[in-house]
């Protein structure tokens, strides 16, 4: 191959593994919740459930770069899928609350684990020249898996039972650890380094104002996608279900395409037309009254929300040495994680004083902060180290 293709063993081994973990992530998060609903659980407590996988995901996020930038990468992330498998094993053995909600705490330091030395590695195997078309199309994985990985997990948990489904993802699982087993993994220069938390390693200073967009831009597509059911309803609009199709087909092209456009011209070149994207989609969802509407909405959401994480990934890891694209990815990672918590909670606030019309317009105030925030960081003159 071409030494200017993304396609090589490692990255190709790295995309299908990543594609049955998440596949498994999808089928399991939208089953557990009336799993646990069908354990005596209420709708808060069975909520809880899957919550808390993500507060424990963000809690270990600050250790997770210090450690992937120090240790044997292809070790940690075949012990961060233990992590994960083993307690998906035992769901299905479960009629404990208690007992789910410990397993569940545990399957979210692992994930966040896998989900932060992926995309390092990933990164790592980019030819020169080529780091965001790479990272833009390793996220196309979680969108493929993120298009089956419900309706697959629903399926079997409705024919054949919660308990088998379980054994499905860990199939799926099994089946990436196998395929990490034949990843070559080159040594981390800082592995002789000692282990030590400080701000500088779990925090990565060139990458936090890019972290800053990526948090703003997730707390936009939270706020979007947690209330568009009971804003459909409200307009009398049937079948809003079709927003999130669209705008998964054309995220899926978007990504395609944005990583060589970032590549080829900057981080701007995506930015900015995305921030403009999404305030037309955020017009025209509060002025919504037909379907028509909420999909030309959702297209503009695909085009401006779907590229922004791995694009702007991509940058920060051109900011450091490969020798330090954990802290990278962790860093990242928690601004992603916050903005999208963060999403629901200020949406409801918002909807609860101005509606879900005012809401959905005040999500351009949050668009146009993060083109300010992307200005600032490009003042600072952050020099590239890899390309």
């Known amino acids: 191959m071409s030494r200017k293709s993304i396609w ?19 089928m399991l998060n939208t089953t557990l919740a009336k799993h646990a609903a069908s354990l005596g659980s209420s709708s808060a407590a069975a909520g809880f459930v899957s919550g808390i996988f993500s507060v424990s995901s963000l809690l270990a996020r600050p250790f997770c770069g210090p450690l992937v930038d120090r240790l044997n990468r292809k070790k940690i992330y075949l012990a961060a899928l233990l992590l994960v498998g083993i307690p998906i094993f035992l769901y299905g053995f479960v009629r404990s609350l208690y ?19 992926g995309i390092t590695m990933a990164s790592s195997s980019a030819s020169e020249g080529k780091l965001g078309e790479c990272v833009s199309t390793y996220a196309l994985s979680n969108v493929a898996a993120m298009a089956v990985g419900p309706s697959i997990g629903i399926w079997v948990s409705a024919h054949y039972g919660f308990s088998v489904m379980t054994r499905v993802c860990v199939a799926c699982l099994a089946t990436a650890f196998l395929l990490l087993f034949l990843v070559h993994e080159e040594t981390v220069q800082s592995e002789s380094k000692p282990f030590h938390l400080s701000p500088d390693s779990v925090f990565c200073r060139e990458a936090i104002w890019l972290t800053c967009i990526i948090l703003l831009n997730c707390l936009i597509y939270s706020s979007v996608s947690t209330f568009l059911n009971l804003y459909g309803e409200e307009r009398g609009i049937d079948n809003i279900g079709w927003f999130f199709t669209v705008y998964a087909v054309v ?113 351009i105030v949050f668009a146009l902060l993060a083109v300010v925030v992307f200005f600032h960081d490009r003042r600072n003159g952050y020099k590239n180290v890899t390309v």
């Open 99 to 117: 007992v789910l909600l410990a397993l569940r705490l545990i399957q979210g330091l692992g994930w966040a684990f896998t989900t932060t030395v």
């Open 8 to 26: 090589n063993k490692t990255f190709l081994l790295l995309l299908l593994a990543n594609i049955c973990i998440a596949t498994s992530f999808y």
């Open 251 to 363: 995220m899926f092209f978007a990504r395609i395409f944005a990583g060589r456009i970032a590549d080829k011209w900057g981080l701007g070149a995506v930015v900015i037309p995305g921030a403009a994207a999404m305030t037309t989609g955020a017009v025209l969802l509060s002025c919504m009254t037909s379907l028509p509407m909420a999909l030309a909405a959702a297209v503009c959401f695909g085009i401006g929300y779907g590229p922004c994480v791995p694009v702007i990934q991509s940058q920060a890891f051109r900011r450091v040495s490969k020798e330090r694209r954990g802290v990278v990815s962790s860093t990242t990672s928690i601004g992603n994680d916050v903005g999208t918590g963060l999403g629901s909670s200020v949406a409801g606030i918002l909807a609860g004083q101005f509606g879900y019309s005012g809401m959905y317009l005040f999500m």
